[in-house]
């Protein structure tokens, strides 16, 4: 049971470029989030979704896509890469809200 | 935007000691969420809470909501080195189906 998965584990892109984090669970979850994390600080919520064809934005939405076509996959697109978007991002999911959200390893992301 | 205030933000104590880590808001919660995180991984779920008043038991660690839904605890008996990590707090609102996280409580046991 592979869980929550994250391609790729580290990645750094040049400010301006366009890049695409992708997540996939294999839990058949409805629920699936992308966060932020920064050092000293906890996670903030980039966009979610409650199910396939359904996304909203969460609390620092800007230059972050995202679409959800299958209950499996849910990528993150960075429009145009800036330095404050260097992070941490982790993709989660679960089968409702307050169920529990069971976490990929994360990506850790270097924008120069 | 709910809020979500974690205290204390850090916390080194021996091991053997007690410790409580609280979680605030001005918000009402359907579900409080504890985690815990390692470094270099994803937080990985202790507990969920989502009766008012409810308190939960996880061996050493005991996790209790708020009568009003607006915050929770977590109160290590004993402190082990192992329980050393980043403790995050988390919280469902009733109208969005969103979970939000507070900054968190770093743990440091000391042998």
């Known amino acids: 049971n592979a869980g929550v998965t994250q391609t790729p584990k580290f990645q750094v892109l040049k400010t301006g470029q366009s890049m695409t984090l992708q997540c996939a669970q294999d839990m058949n979850h409805e629920y699936m989030s992308w966060y932020r994390q920064d050092p000293g600080m906890g996670l903030r919520l980039i966009h979610y979704s409650v199910g396939a064809g359904i996304t909203d934005q969460g609390e620092v939405p800007n230059g972050y896509n995202v679409s959800r076509s299958t209950t499996e996959d849910f990528p993150l697109r960075l429009l145009s890469a800036a330095p404050s978007q260097t992070s941490v991002y982790f993709c989660?999911?679960?089968?409702?809200?307050?169920?529990?959200?069971?976490f990929g390893s994360g990506t850790r992301l270097t924008v120069v | 935007t709910q809020l979500l205030e974690q205290s204390p933000q850090f916390l080194s104590i021996q091991e053997g000691e007690n410790l409580t880590v609280y979680c605030n808001s001005s918000s009402v919660f359907s579900s409080l969420q504890w985690y815990r995180q390692e470094p270099g991984e994803g937080p990985v779920l202790l507990v969920t809470?989502?009766?008012?008043?409810e308190v939960k038991k996880l061996k050493r660690l005991t996790f209790q909501f708020g009568d009003a839904r607006k915050d929770s605890s977590l109160h290590i008996t004993a402190a082990q080195p192992g329980d050393t990590g980043l403790y995050l707090c988390a919280g469902v609102s009733f109208r969005a189906q969103k979970l939000v996280f507070g900054q968190g409580t770093r743990l440091t046991i000391n042998p």
């Open positions: 989660a999911s679960s089968y409702g809200a307050a169920s529990g959200y069971t």
């Open positions: 809470v989502v009766t008012g008043g």
